[in-house]
């Protein structure tokens, strides 16, 4: 009896504490998305051949479906803690009642649309790193599997008789996750590994200047979609061995698949983000990283890279020039004369 009421509080709290990092982090996600449509309604968003309209709707669709999932929390709060304050049981035994209408199956489904969406855009940027469609082959195959897993899981959820964490439902709602966090774990090890591959081999030719500026912490970690990532896996261990904190890394989940990706959207649309060149193009301006050492002493490459000879370009004295065209002048005026 003491270990069902100690599980019962750790749920309950777990529940509150994970409706007050909601409403932080979806204060986050509002600044970013509003941070996004300023710089996409820009010219230079579109100069730069952004698919701006695609990143505005994709962007839109993840606030609405975010916001689907914060309120629905909100309301099942107000009605278990508030409302229905004094219900038989206590408020754990409403929670368990309520699981099943029709409000918390929209917010069970919405996060399953928002993983979809999150994971679909993490294996289209890992292609985009890599520049090879071998790479994602086995991403897909994963992303397809939760598809079909998250159907399920939301049709066994949504039942009359159904609870997400129990029975059937709960080791349906297992396998999604795993499938998820496992897909998370695969595509965020691969664009990991192929930023810090590139970073490491321009430091070790150009300097660690230049790797700082395109493979920086913060680009490992938007690439990646990492507190994604992390979070799931959380999520995955908690809900695996039935731990009643595991409400509070779902919620957390939940919202970094909405809160990431639209980190990265951001990071795309302030021209910031990994593109097919990045490694090159890095290559090519520490190559041609050239700055001027004077006015009469030429131009030299700064900082020239290790086991390359430096680039020097001299240009004429000025002072002559000045005097070769004043000659010149007085030259074409006599002759005028």
């Given at each position: 009896?003491?270990?069902?009421?100690?599980?019962?509080?750790?749920?309950?709290?777990?529940?509150?504490?994970?409706?007050?990092?909601?409403?932080?982090?979806?204060?986050?996600?509002?600044?970013?998305?509003?941070?996004?449509?300023?710089?996409?309604?820009?010219?230079?968003?579109?100069?730069?051949?952004?698919?701006?309209?695609?990143?505005?709707?994709?962007?839109?669709?993840?606030?609405?479906?975010?916001?689907?999932?914060?309120?629905?929390?909100?309301?099942?709060?107000?009605?278990?803690?508030?409302?229905?304050?004094?219900?038989?049981?206590?408020?754990?035994?409403?929670?368990?009642?309520?699981s099943a209408v029709w409000c918390q199956t929209v917010g069970a489904v919405a996060p399953i649309i928002l993983?979809?969406?999150?994971?679909?855009?993490?294996?289209?940027?890992?292609?985009?790193v890599w520049a090879d469609y071998r790479v994602i082959i086995f991403p897909c195959i994963l992303w397809l599997?939760?598809?079909?897993?998250?159907?399920?899981?939301?049709?066994?959820?949504?039942?009359?008789?159904?609870?997400?964490?129990?029975?059937?439902?709960?080791?349906?709602?297992?396998?999604?996750?795993?499938?998820?966090?496992?897909?998370?774990?695969?595509?965020?090890?691969?664009?990991?590994?192929?930023?810090?591959?590139?970073?490491?081999?321009?430091?070790?030719?150009?300097?660690?200047?230049?790797?700082?500026?395109?493979?920086?912490?913060?680009?490992?970690?938007?690439?990646?979609?990492?507190?994604?990532?992390?979070?799931?896996?959380?999520?995955?261990?908690?809900?695996?061995?039935?731990?009643?904190?595991?409400?509070?890394?779902?919620?957390?989940?939940?919202?970094?698949?909405?809160?990431?990706?639209?980190?990265?959207?951001?990071?795309?649309?302030?021209?910031?983000?990994?593109?097919?060149?990045?490694?090159?193009?890095?290559?090519?301006?520490?190559?041609?990283?050239?700055?001027?050492?004077?006015?009469?002493?030429?131009?030299?490459?700064?900082?020239?890279?290790?086991?390359?000879?430096?680039?020097?370009?001299?240009?004429?004295?000025?002072?002559?020039?000045?005097?070769?065209?004043?000659?010149?002048?007085?030259?074409?005026?006599?002759?005028?004369?």
């Amino acid at each position: 009896m003491s270990s069902l009421v100690d599980s019962e509080f750790l749920m309950l709290n777990s529940y509150y504490i994970g409706n007050n990092f909601n409403t932080i982090l979806y204060g986050v996600e509002l600044v970013l998305y509003f941070q996004t449509m300023q710089v996409l309604l820009k010219s230079k968003a579109t100069q730069r051949k952004i698919p701006a309209k695609f990143f505005m709707i994709f962007s839109t669709t993840l606030l609405f479906l975010i916001t689907i999932f914060v309120v629905t929390q909100m309301v099942l709060g107000e009605e278990m803690w508030i409302i229905n304050a004094n219900y038989p049981g206590g408020q754990a035994a409403y929670y368990e009642a309520r699981s099943a209408v029709w409000c918390q199956t929209v917010g069970a489904v919405a996060p399953i649309i928002l993983q979809l969406m999150s994971d679909g855009l993490l294996v289209y940027r890992c292609f985009i790193v890599w520049a090879d469609y071998r790479v994602i082959i086995f991403p897909c195959i994963l992303w397809l599997a939760t598809l079909v897993f998250g159907i399920i899981d939301a049709a066994l959820s949504g039942a009359p008789s159904g609870d997400f964490w129990e029975g059937f439902a709960a080791q349906m709602g297992v396998t999604y996750y795993a499938l998820s966090i496992g897909l998370n774990i695969v595509v965020t090890s691969i664009i990991c590994g192929r930023i810090l591959y590139q970073g490491r081999r321009i430091r070790q030719q150009f300097g660690p200047a230049m790797s700082r500026t395109y493979f920086s912490a913060a680009s490992i970690i938007i690439e990646s979609a990492l507190p994604y990532t992390i979070s799931g896996i959380a999520l995955v261990i908690t809900f695996a061995i039935s731990s009643g904190i595991c409400i509070l890394f779902q919620e957390i989940y939940v919202m970094f698949t909405c809160v990431s990706p639209q980190m990265l959207i951001l990071r795309v649309a302030m021209g910031r983000a990994w593109v097919k060149t990045t490694a090159t193009q890095a290559e090519r301006e520490a190559v041609t990283s050239i700055a001027f050492a004077g006015p009469s002493h030429g131009i030299s490459e700064s900082r020239a890279p290790q086991n390359r000879p430096s680039v020097t370009v001299h240009l004429p004295d000025l002072e002559s020039l000045d005097r070769s065209s004043e000659a010149a002048e007085s030259k074409e005026e006599t002759s005028q004369v």
